[in-house]
């Protein structure tokens, strides 16, 4: 974890990164040259990412940031300006938890509306990993990226230059979302990538220390989705859900072991608020709790060996929010998923104030059930599908199966 866990990048930190990691290319793939300084503004990119379940890294070589003003063009038509890395930066995702920025790099761009962006890899190639993950208390396995090597992962955002203005956009790679298993110990990356506001903002707090062995994760939902999601401080228990769009958010922890604690309505004001949920002085303790695990099988028809299937387990409270407890990427090759460690307590529920300590106490009522569940599965391009209660309280189910249609 670096020193500070909320940077904020400006121009001259990061002119001085890219000097670092010899970033900063900004040709285009016809050897245009740069516009002149008058009809030309400044395009910035960052990194940042959202937690791995299960992995104690997530590594990928980056080669370049493309940009383009059509929507249309290919990765081999002329116009696209490069973001290029020289050499390739290895990074491991893990490390940019909490609102931590990697700087990519910058270039001049011409002032006008683009309407592409990707983000290129290097190949693993030989005995090399260039993209790989390390299982919990495992080793470095090789993370398979064909899509992301070959023309780059294509990110849904468009964006406007103005003359002798700078832009910084934010890549959020949820790792978590990102890595998936392809059967017999293989894991294939299917990337979720988000572009996000740079400024600073969001909703922050600290974890009792006591929990942080039991892989913590906070994250900020709402409707039951997750927005955004983050580990604490494995010192301090300081966490921080950053670059938040305005709005409420149901606030979710969860740790091996113990009741998820969910804090309702958390406000977010504007683009430069930070909400705090607890002080170090007053961390926010987790209760301990039995635990149980669902699993079954999602298979899509018609079948389809890229696309990722993901089931998540949900519960709602009386007067309260419906939350995602836990949820798990199926085997691209077998459908098979198992999601672990769900409480059988009920939630520890408190409703957001901005008078601190917050209160927490047991849900008094939890739909499906306390040790029930709600389990959706849903994958792109094929309608979700939902099994309304799963019993965990007596014993494990494995037998919860999905069959997804278009």
Request: net charge neutral; glycine share 10%.
């Amino acid at each position: 974890m670096k020193a500070s866990l909320f940077p904020i990048l400006g121009c001259s930190a990061v002119a001085a990164l890219l000097a670092a990691c010899g970033g900063g290319g900004g040709g285009s793939s016809g050897g245009t040259t740069a516009p002149p300084a008058t009809t030309a503004g400044t395009l910035s990119v960052a990194l940042t990412d959202a937690p791995a379940c299960g992995f104690d890294a997530v590594n990928i070589t980056v080669n370049k940031v493309r940009v383009h003003q059509s929507a249309s063009a290919s990765d081999t038509d002329s116009g696209w300006t490069d973001i290029t890395l020289n050499p390739a930066r290895k990074i491991n995702l893990l490390n940019l938890t909490n609102g931590t920025l990697d700087a990519l790099g910058q270039t001049a761009l011409p002032a006008g509306h683009y309407s592409q962006l990707r983000l290129v890899l290097d190949a693993n190639a030989g005995t090399g990993l260039a993209n790989s993950v390390v299982p919990t208390g495992g080793t470095e396995k090789s993370l398979e990226t064909p899509s992301a090597v070959q023309s780059g992962i294509k990110l849904v955002n468009e964006f406007d230059v103005a003359a002798g203005q700078k832009v910084d956009l934010v890549l959020d790679f949820d790792a978590c979302k990102s890595v998936v298993t392809r059967g017999n110990g293989k894991y294939a990356l299917k990337p979720v990538v988000k572009v996000i506001p740079s400024a600073i903002n969001g909703i922050t707090g600290f974890i009792a220390t006591a929990a942080l062995g039991k892989h913590v994760t906070v994250s900020a939902q709402q409707n039951g989705s997750i927005v955004s999601s983050t580990t604490p401080n494995a010192t301090t228990g300081e966490f921080m859900l950053a670059r938040l769009a305005p709005g409420n958010y149901d606030v979710v922890i969860t740790a091996d072991n113990s009741a998820a604690s969910v804090i309702g309505a958390v406000p977010v004001a504007s683009t430069s608020s930070t909400t705090a949920l607890s002080t170090a002085a007053a961390p926010i303790a987790l209760a301990d709790s039995a635990v149980g695990s669902i699993a079954g099988t999602v298979t899509l028809s018609p079948a389809s060996s890229t696309e990722a299937a993901y089931v998540a387990a949900k519960q709602s409270f009386a007067a309260g929010p419906v939350v995602t407890v836990r949820y798990k990427g199926a085997d691209l090759s077998t459908g098979a998923y198992s999601i672990d460690g769900l409480p059988l307590k009920a939630p520890q529920y408190a409703v957001y104030s901005s008078a601190l300590p917050l209160v927490f106490a047991p849900a008094a009522t939890v739909t499906p059930g306390v040790a029930m569940y709600q389990i959706d599965a849903s994958a792109t391009g094929y309608a979700a599908k939902s099994v309304a209660k799963v019993d965990i309280g007596t014993q494990n189910q494995s037998n919860v199966n999905f069959t997804l249609t278009p």
